[in-house]
């Protein structure tokens, strides 16, 4: 069983998504250990991006102080072999092809610099397996587009998660049938960000994704109120949150753990 599925095992899964350097590592590093202590079943971690299309305003701003901090992609991978020592829950990366495309080791090991796969897609994805990453997002990929990654995720058993859209209509079957570890069920047309109310028919998206492939389906974009949680994972397996968690976090900068960490403890517990 995938580690990923583990996240789903016990009712409702909540997944927070965190922006990684944001307001540093190291405080990256203590949020995580925090939502797992309030909770948390599974945790995204953003690979900031200097062009992060599915973004809204809120997590574009933790993307831009994260790079000017200087965070790395190397610098996230060392911070994701720390973390492996002290838990083991499911963790996926959520970033965009290109950083994934363009990835070059950071040289550390000349041994694995003199090899063929110095970088690209094949050495990102297998450092990812073998720090102990469970999953890859990469919602700048659409379907039709995925094989590229999708196989060398196959190769290093990454499962590569998919997206669908409330417009996907007839292809969700298609993307059912092929997807691994969950299904991300995008809950809002546009960009993340916190939404007043959802209006997307999640539950008839969801029924057509069970009725192609048995897999948990979680829900995304929009969601910030215990009360949305809530009502989407009614109709789903989870619930996704991140631009009110990166909210938090840039608003507190250093100090925003305890409020992260009491944030997701009310929203697992609405679940």
């Known amino acids: 069983m995938s580690n990923i599925k583990r996240a789903f095992d ?6 927070p998504f965190i922006t990684c350097g944001d307001p540093s590592l190291e405080i990256t590093e203590q949020l995580v250990y925090a939502a797992v202590e309030a909770g948390a079943d599974l945790i995204e971690l953003g690979i ?4 992060p299309t599915a973004e809204g305003p809120v997590i574009q701003a933790a993307n831009v102080r994260a790079l000017a901090g200087g965070v790395t992609t190397d610098h996230i991978f060392d911070m994701v072999t720390r973390i492996r020592k002290k838990t083991d829950i499911p963790l996926v990366f959520m970033t965009y092809a290109n950083v994934v495309f363009s990835y070059h080791m950071g040289g ?4 694995e610099k003199a090899g063929k796969d110095t970088g690209g897609t094949e050495a990102f994805v297998k450092k990812a397996a073998k720090i102990g990453m469970d999953g890859l997002i990469l919602p700048d990929v659409p379907f039709e587009e995925k094989d590229e ?6 190769k290093y058993g990454l499962d590569f998660i998919s997206l669908i859209a409330p417009t996907s209509h007839e292809r ?6 092929e997807a691994q570890g969950f299904v991300y069920c995008v809950s809002s047309m546009g960009v993340t960000g916190m939404r007043k109310e959802i209006t997307s028919d999640v539950g008839s998206m969801v029924k057509l994704v069970k009725a192609a492939k048995d897999i948990p ?8 109120a215990p009360e949305q949680a ?4 009614a109709v789903s397996d989870g619930a996704i949150v991140g631009s009110a968690i990166v909210k938090l976090c840039g608003q507190y900068g250093e100090n925003c753990v305890p409020y992260v960490k009491e944030y997701i403890r009310t929203m ?3 679940l």
């Open 48 to 51: 900031p991006f200097s062009d």
């Open 172 to 177: 969700i079957a298609k993307i059912a049938k």
């Open 108 to 111: 550390k090991n000349p041994a």
């Open 230 to 233: 809530k009502a989407m994972a």
């Open 268 to 270: 697992k517990e609405a």
């Open 149 to 154: 990654f999708d196989g060398v995720c196959r």
């Open 217 to 224: 389906c979680a829900v995304g974009f929009g969601i910030s």
């Open 10 to 15: 016990h009712g409702k899964a909540f997944i």
